[in-house]
């Protein structure tokens, strides 16, 4: 076996109508470089994301460079400009080049199943430049979208779920490592992710577990992490620390997708820690929190804390049997906003994630949820669905689309509202307009 295998990890560009950084690194891939790093591999990264803003927005969010590209042909008609977002294909082609050596393997990473011509790109290119090396691909899209990514990324082997024991497995296989023995699929015992090897890096991604115990039936999480697993509060609070002295940041975004979960045993703890410490960082949840849960005890900490981007993850005021998700009861976003409130949160920092474009969703249900979070003094910020294979909802949402979603993931593009029958553009300006202004 000799000398550590080299490896060459990529996360590709995005291929889109829109697309934003706010607070968006490829934590996965992150996390697999410092593991394999720690099996004894040399990790070379490739982040065709990892390159200044266009526009700099806050807290070291921002717009990424775009370079206008022809619209695919399945996507021809969409009144928006199509292109590629981050660095250069030529920037991309140097980086490559600067490599010390041929790498024995290239693993690439992918996030929304309808920005794989972004995957396929990057592939296409690093196999021009190293013939010989097998590319393996996993993350997001692998895992939602195996046979596809089998049949059109280019990549000689698709690996779908978490990657760590996965990859180490393949590498033992193919002669270049002999693994140390980790305990399976233990999230809490993970180096953490190789930041070091970004360039930019205004905010740090922080994940404190992986996975959800609910199963919203148009959420993705279950198939990603089949199981709900959290750090110990202290381990994160060392994480922090760690980062903070040796990249003086302040800005933390969290990643997870059941933050609050029982916050008494985990995140109260986390940021009773950190106050103990009188260490401050300003804390931003891009990836909507649990309304329900936001208890007066939990409002004080957040506010405490300097949550400066909060999002509620509501989708819908409408309650009832026909609810989509297990997330919210009658009074409860009442009961949050005044918890948030009461704490000193002013309603223009409390966004409140609203889903529009569900299957056989009224547009009437979009203007009533939006009036109500108006009403109650908070922010509504419109998301748009995209359709997820293998969730609960994807039979209702083939049945409803006007596109063949089972033809091409470029259909779950949330910008096309695949799942919305009534849907024009001038329709959406208005409901956006509405929650604007
Ligand atoms: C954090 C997050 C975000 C962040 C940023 C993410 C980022 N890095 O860019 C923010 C909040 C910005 C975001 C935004 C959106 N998101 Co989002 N997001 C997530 C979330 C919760 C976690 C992703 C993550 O970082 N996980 C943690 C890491 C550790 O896991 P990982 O990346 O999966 O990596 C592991 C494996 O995949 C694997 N792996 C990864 N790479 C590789 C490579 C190889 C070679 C191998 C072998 C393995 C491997 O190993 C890793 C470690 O175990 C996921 C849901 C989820 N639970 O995964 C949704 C998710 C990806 N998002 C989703 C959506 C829809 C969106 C939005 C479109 C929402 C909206 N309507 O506005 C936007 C659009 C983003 C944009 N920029 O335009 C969907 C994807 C839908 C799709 N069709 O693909 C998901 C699945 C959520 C869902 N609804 O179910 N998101
Ligand atoms: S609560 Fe959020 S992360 Fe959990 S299943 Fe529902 S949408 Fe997904």
Known sequence: MGTSPVLLLINPWIYDFAAYDFFARPLGLLYLASFLAGQGCEVHLLDCLDTPHARPGAFGAGRYPKEILPTPPTLQGIPRRYGRYGISEADFQA??????QTPDAILVTSLM????????AAIRLAREQFPETPVILGGIYATLCPEHARRHSGADLVITGPGEEAMVNHLAAAGLLSPTPQPPDDFASLLYPAFHLLSH?????????????????????????????????GAVVEELLYWQERLGFRDVAFYDDALLLDAANHLLVILEELARKSISFRFHTPNGLHTRLITPEVAGWLKRSQFATLRLGVETTALGPDRLDHKIQTGELEEAMANLQEAGFPGEEIGVYLLIGLPHQEEEEVINSIRRVKELGATPVLTQYSPIPGTALWPQAVATSRYDLLSDPLFHNNSLFPCWPQFSWDRYTRLKRLARD
């Open 95 to 100: 980086r490559l080049a600067a490599l010390p």
């Open 201 to 233: 890096l205004p905010y740090l991604p922080i994940l404190t577990s992986r996975g959800c115990p609910l199963d919203c039936s148009y959420c993705a999480s279950r198939l990603l992490q089949p199981r709900y697993q959290r750090r110990p509060p």
């Open 113 to 120: 199943t309808y920005w794989y011509p972004g995957v396929q």
